[in-house]
């Protein structure tokens, strides 16, 4: 399949580039954090300027306002930038020695004004190898970035450059920065088939807030349209989640801000959502997880009694069930999840894994399962599915579907975007999630697709064991007839095969030709 237009990912590719020259001897691990608290940098400076602008003119509603006061800067949810640290005196000092320290100060400053970003941004440019006159280079890039449109659009663009920096950051760091990063396409997907129009976003497990950004995005594109009866707005979403790995949180907390993303209820400690779950009454309406796979050092040996496992106890040697259980029992009487698992947790039959999936089945909570292709993810190659779990399923506002599941595998969907990793482009999005849609929503024009998708009743599921991987399901594509009559199709074959030979004869006698000449016969 060709790739899709990606004139828009151009400039980000070219930024990424420039700034990957200037790392230096530094490892990308390292680098991001360098990188991304510079654009983050950017992004606040900008926002506080144009506000400061606006009270420094006093123009209307900001006639006698004081620009240097933070309270009116509080008011409009912008951050309070104070002078040492504003882009333009930082980009003014790009070339001086001292810009490492410069920049250290200039974070401690704004977390100082800015209470809700205290031990968010990273404080570690005057470290000795990092390299002042690569650093001052790199201030210069990021400051060159071309923001002709006010507003919403510039800032839009430096959100574009964030996500895609995170991205490239996790393809260099491999397996490391799959622990922080989903691949755009497997969220983009999720969160169009799920599509979280209004209510409350759960992330157990958020790493950089891929899922939130994305669930905004949504809701941003499809503003003003109506979907099931009611009509989008940003503010009808909010999101909650957790992150145990402090590094990650600070990451997520830059991604949601320059977004413009409250982030508030996105909270980290290190024991994470299993041990000390930070939600523990929360019941939302749309979850979107992408766990780690197979964890095997969960400490699910101290948690067998939890009232969590409704469904069994997950095995202490396998988190995956036991992620699908805390989601579950964090789900609103209405809500749907989608959580990306290994495809192990489709078919395993040990550790009690066979009789949970048989529970959740028979309770009527999985709805679609997706085979995914391989080489979509930066971590691992090991092949992966999502599991869509709905408590809506008798309606709601859908088609009533109790006792059905759809299965679509789409593990040769996609294009190869680089020599490593796999992409879908919108025209498989849509393809994927216009089926499950079609089977979902009430007068659906859904039909089942031989080697695609097939809507399966409970009583087939118990046929094959509760085993859910949808190439059970679906079957084999049927191959089309081409109409040339099978006797001419192997005449052709045979006439082919018959030159063939009597080529390999003509090269048997030219091989043992040239062996004669050097002295070697063959016996």
Not at 98 to 126: F, Q, R, T
Not at 241 to 262: K, P, V
Request: aromatic share 10%.
């Amino acid at each position: 399949m060709a790739k899709n237009n990606n004139n828009n990912q151009t400039f980000e590719r070219q930024l990424f580039q420039m700034a990957d020259k200037l790392r230096k001897n530094i490892d990308a691990a390292q680098y991001k954090h360098v990188v991304l608290g510079l654009i983050f940098l950017r992004y606040i400076s900008d926002s506080f300027k144009e506000l400061h602008d606006k009270l420094v003119a006093g123009k209307g509603e900001y006639e006698g306002a004081n620009p240097e006061d933070k309270d009116e800067y509080q008011a409009e949810n912008v951050f309070y930038v104070p002078p040492n640290a504003r882009w333009d005196f930082l980009q003014s000092r790009a070339k001086n020695p001292s810009i490492g320290e410069d920049l250290d100060i200039a974070m401690e400053l704004i977390e100082k004004d800015n209470p809700v970003l205290k031990g968010i941004l990273s404080k570690e440019y005057a470290r000795p190898n990092l390299d002042k006159q690569a650093l001052g280079g790199l201030i210069d890039l990021i400051g060159n970035i071309s923001l002709k449109d006010e507003g919403a659009k510039s800032k839009d663009l430096l959100g574009r450059v964030y996500e895609y920096f995170l991205g490239e950051f996790a393809n260099a760091e491999g397996k490391k920065g799959g622990q922080f990063y989903t691949p755009k396409s497997i969220v983009r997907l999720m969160v169009e088939m799920i599509e979280p129009f209004k209510g409350r976003v759960y992330d157990p497990c958020c790493g950089s807030g891929g899922m939130f950004v994305m669930s905004d995005k949504f809701v941003q594109e499809h503003r003003g349209k109506i979907i099931a009866g009611h009509k989008i707005k940003r503010s009808d979403i909010s999101i909650f989640g957790q992150e145990s790995n402090q590094t990650t949180w600070r990451l997520c907390q830059m991604n949601l801000a320059i977004r413009g993303i409250d982030g508030s209820q996105v909270r980290w400690n290190t024991e994470g959502s299993f041990l000390n779950d930070l939600h523990k009454d929360l019941k939302a309406d749309f979850i979107l997880a992408n766990p780690p796979f197979n964890d095997s050092d969960w400490s699910g040996q101290l948690l067998k009694d939890d009232s969590r496992w409704k469904y069994g106890t997950p095995p202490a040697s396998n988190a995956n069930f036991a992620w699908l259980e805390h989601m579950i029992f964090h789900l609103s009487p209405k809500g749907i999840m989608a959580c990306v698992l290994a495809n192990g947790s489709l078919s395993s039959q040990t550790n009690n894994e066979g009789e949970i999936r048989k529970s959740l089945v028979e309770n009527d909570l999985v709805d679609c399962i997706v085979a995914l292709p391989k080489q979509l993810f930066y971590n691992t190659g090991i092949p992966a599915c999502l599991w869509f779990i709905s408590r809506k399923k008798s309606g709601n506002g859908d088609r009533k579907r109790e006792g059905e599941i759809l299965f679509i595998d789409a593990s040769e969907i996609g294009y190869m975007a680089d020599r490593t990793h796999r992409e879908f482009s919108d025209k498989d999005i849509q393809k994927i999630a216009g089926t499950y849609h079609e089977w979902r929503n009430k007068g659906g024009s859904y039909e089942d697709i031989k080697g695609f998708c097939k809507s399966a009743t409970l009583e087939e599921l118990a046929k094959h064991n509760f085993v859910l991987t949808p190439g059970r399901y679906v079957g084999i594509k049927e191959e089309g007839d081409d109409g040339i009559p099978f006797e001419k199709k192997m005449a052709g074959f045979t006439s082919k095969l018959k030159e063939q030979m009597s080529e390999e004869k003509k090269l048997d006698k030219e091989i043992e030709k040239q062996l004669g000449n050097i002295g070697f016969k063959l016996k």
